[in-house]
Structures are given as structure tokens and as C-alpha cells.
């Protein structure tokens, strides 16, 4: 994870801008 942390239940790596 990035700048941008995923929903829960979302792979980091398909995780949009949320």
C-alpha cells in the first residue's frame, strides 16, 4: 500500500484512490 489505503475486503494492489 501507498499513499492510498484500500477499502476493507480490497487487494492493495487492484485498491483505487479511495
Do not use: H, S
Amino acid at each position: 500500500a501507498a499513499l492510498n489505503a484500500p477499502p476493507p475486503g480490497q487487494p492493495e494492489q487492484t485498491a483505487a484512490k479511495y
